[in-house]
């Protein structure tokens, strides 16, 4: 079972669909046959009763037919439900097809064989319409874009058994009219199985779409005979049309010749079955081996160009063979004729269907989608059939001209082919400016003049002074660079009066925006008029350091006037010593001044200050208020030897603002940094700035997009190294898409900055299509743009293909490799931190002890790592195979590793990874998939019961946010609980039932809101 199971989930059939798509593919296998069977029995019937002359007539009356039949169906369609039509539809056909068979019975008349030939494509047509309705309302959008293909491949398999099997069947059935009894069969078979798949799985119920896959585009409609007013739109209507002559062009010629080459009924309709059974497994081939191929080596030009080139090719030699041997069956080299002949019949056929078609449909993208669809309707649609008409007129006209010979008809088809070559030129060219004009399309998202969320909870959350408080404090302290917004509006939207509780470090700034004439009239009267102002001649720090820690509004107020109007230099040497007082309120007070005035010579001491948990947020606050000034200064302190990661962090978020030639050189020394927050920090900054390089400055991008395509690189090769040996579901697996799509969002956002944005993310949106003709079509927009030197990397990381094949494309640029399991997991433990998230070493050391009992140097070395999850995970594995070896290891480590080796977790075969629970995490934070891995690099996973984790408030109120689960819950799919500081208390939690508590730390916070802003204002938006 399991590995049947397996089977399904390499052809990316997920459980549930496995019974809809097995029926679907045995309808389509009969749906096969009875074409198959149809096609070669009409064919055979029709050469051996009427002269050639008749086959354009049928052509014109059987497309006729083919119209009224598919206007009757769309109109029914409409008006009853469609699984009655479907069923009704194949009833209907199955009639047709019975009654045909018992007129041969009763009457030797030709009008039979007549009949059963121009019915062979309208029948076909109605069977095809009622399948793919049926396959498009049991499965959404998304779920087609992965199994319309495997469907697709029934039919074809059904049109190769009833080909081969030809020469069995007319031996057997004695006939070859009796191939309408198989056809009759198969297509009853077929209608059974759509009364199974009606009743099982609902198709008359609408189809649920996704809302990302949902547009609400106003379509606009195209006239026919504004047509030739697009260029684009004219040639691609050209290129149906010249398509259409050269297929019925070649079938004409294909059946005259192989008529009089079989001159008895028998051997025509096995040479048709052999022929066209052969056809369709090259079909098959072209489709599923060359075409990507194709694609990828010589583009779209050549899978356009090379039906028509071929054909010149074939139709030329037969007819100098013809000319010079002769084209009568009596002639010497009429073999050689009819050989030329049906070569051309089988690439046409072959290279249509396997090339031209799904080539073509990538023209249909690079069209303005207010237009797309009703022109494809049109050319698919009306053009084609008029194509089809005018087909059969041309033929018929061409047939009863008493000097035209089997061999003009090929000399005019040379000559349509020449003109088709030329319009596929034509259309190639308008099709490269339609992909520019694309490019250059704005992308507008529609922004909505909304109240921020958090302004508008504060109405609700003014009858609870506490939680008001909360809120408040959490936005000062963890939204610094909106805090003195938000204080704006509460001041312009509430009185004083209704503010008594706000406590002094917000009125401090509340009267900072005073000063500054900041909308903030209404509260003149509380800083002024009702309080008695000090009166302050040349005060000593001390006397500042009272007032500013008063509680009279007034005193406040007249330290912080008398602070920012001083005109002397003496105000910097009070500000320098507020800012060395030992009293964490009044250097506040003081960070919040030097930013208000901007006083530049404040600067280093406020980068100092970037280091302390308590002042940091004032000190960032302040320093982004100095302006450009300021970069020259924040750009030395950068490199200081003994700054931290959150102090480099700070800086590159504060220079970042600035559009300057010292920011911008800053920000681009730093893409390629070996740390990679500053990595990707800087690109951030470079993206918000819009940088867009010079031809001379290109060059340098080139670097970090290969350093950053290697890494991408690696991801898939350890994807593809895992292959089906393990399920989606397992945290290992998920873990490494996780890694594959940070990375990959991280290259976008350096070709966003390299070339520019628009373009990239209209490429962005094809490929995020999940289409095989999406991602050509992204494919090719990248084409346009993306320089030579990187080019093929790039493209070979978003290929349609399958995971080891990249990575076989990947050993022409990069070291990587599939290797097995084990070996994966070793690699992703000695991987580079600055590669790989720290939760995806520890989800590989717990893996590491479900594949193996030996203790390596690999493992050992986690136990000096400098990360305590990974240190304690280590030490569980070597207490769990290996006890004996813990001891010795402690007596080399350093004390404080030592005490973390003793939170040992016994039950480490189940511990938890954050990616067992990754979706919950996601729908608790509120963030996008791309975002996981970095944000858990700041998670803390804690177990109670095993690692002394007391459940008091003290280690509660450890963590800004926390959340809980255990395998109960996982194992039953339950988000977790998510707690955030202040807004719960250890009485909050149960934990008793309480296996894992997973938090951040406040000691991480302050790198979080320089990395994660929107997440922490998400998380702020949900206390209440």
Known sequence: MLKKLNVFKS????????????????????????????????????????????????????????????????RYQSKINFSKLAIRTF?????????????????????????????????????????????????????????????DSGQVFGIIISSFAIPVLITYLQGTKNLLIICAISIIFAMLIEAIISRKYKVD????????????????????????????????????????????????SFLVVTNEQYPLEEDLAKYLGFFTGSMMAFTLIIKTFVYSKLMKTYGLKISLLLSSVLLILFTGVAIAVGYFSGFEKASPGFIYFFLFISMGKLFNKTLKDALEVPAFKLLYQSLKKTIRFDVQAKIDGTINEIAALTSGILLGTLSILAFIELIHFSVFLFVLLTIWAFVTVKLYKEYRNSLERALQQDISDDIKDVEDPIISQFKTLLKNPERFLIKLNHIKNYLPNEYSQIILNICKSFEPHDLQFLTREHLIEINLLYVQNLACENWSDYFIEKHNASVLINPTIRELDTLLNSDSPSDINSAIQHL????????????????????????????????????????????????????????????????????????????????????????????????????IDFLLNNISHHRKEIKEKSIHCLKDLEYQPSEIELPKMFHPITEISQTVAWDISALASLG???????????????????????????LAITYDATSVKHVQDYLASGTAEGISY????????LSEEIKPMILSIFEDIPLSEKTRLFENFFPVEITSARELILNIINRDPNLICKETKRTALIEYTVISQEITNDIIAQLFSPVPELQRT?????????????????????????????????????????????????????IEKNDLTRLTDFFEIQNPSNSHFLASMKNVNNYFVLLNANHAKIAHNIDVNLYINNNFDSNDIDFNNLEYCIGINKSMMNQLVLTHNKVIKDLINTIK
Not at 99 to 123: C, H, K, S, Y
Not at 778 to 785: A, I, K, R, V, Y
Not at 879 to 907: F, T
């Open 11 to 74: 052809l990316n059939i997920e459980a549930n669909e496995i019974g809809p798509v097995l029926l679907l593919i045995v309808q389509s296998v009969f749906i096969g046959i009875f074409y198959g069977a149809f096609d070669i029995g009409a064919h055979t019937l029709f050469l051996k009763t009427y002269p050639e002359d008749m086959i354009p007539k049928a052509y014109i009356i059987s497309g006729i037919v083919g119209i009224i039949l598919t206007s009757i169906f769309s």
């Open 91 to 151: 009833l209907f056909i199955s009639a047709i097809t019975i009654l045909m068979r018992v007129f041969f019975e009763f009457t030797d008349a030709n009008w039979t064989v007549f009949l059963v030939f121009i019915l062979l494509g309208p029948l076909n047509i109605l069977a095809i319409l009622a399948f793919w309705g049926t396959v498009g309302r049991i499965f959404n959008l998304r779920q087609g874009k992965r199994l319309y293909g495997i469907i």
């Open 205 to 252: 119920s609408s189809t649920d779409i996704e809302d990302e896959e949902t547009e609400t585009i106003e379509h606009e409609q195209v006239k026919l005979k504004n047509f030739t007013k697009d260029p684009y739109i004219l040639y691609m209507a050209l290129f149906v049309i010249f398509s259409m002559f050269a297929a019925f062009f070649v079938q004409y």
């Open 564 to 663: 920012i109007n001083q005109k002397n230099e003496r105000h910097l040497t009070l500000l320098s010593g507020l800012l060395r007082v030992p009293n964490l309120s009044t250097q506040e007070t003081a960070i919040r001044i030097c930013g208000t005035i901007s006083e530049i010579e404040t600067v280093n001491t406020l980068v100092e200050f970037l280091d302390s948990q308590v002042l940091f947020h004032s000190a960032l606050s302040a320093l982004n208020q100095m302006g450009e000034k300021s970069v020259v200064y924040l750009i030395q302190m950068f490199y200081k030897s003994d700054i931290s990661l959150t102090v480099q962090l700070s800086l590159i978020q504060i220079i970042g603002k600035y559009n300057t030639p010292e920011s």
């Open 724 to 750: 089906l040996s393990y399920s989606d579901s397992h945290p290992l697996k998920i873990a490494l898409e996780h890694e594959f799509e940070k990375h990959q969002k991280e290259l976008i956002d350096l």
């Open 778 to 785: 992204g494919l090719e927009l990248f084409d346009l743009f």
């Open 874 to 926: 280590a030490a569980s594995i070597v207490n769990k195979i290996a006890p004996e070896k813990i001891n010795q290891i402690k007596s080399r480590v350093a004390e404080s590793i030592s005490a973390n080796l003793n939170k040992i977790d016994e039950g480490i075969e189940k511990s938890l990874s954050l990616f067992n629970i990754s979706n919950s995490i996601i729908k608790a934070f509120n």
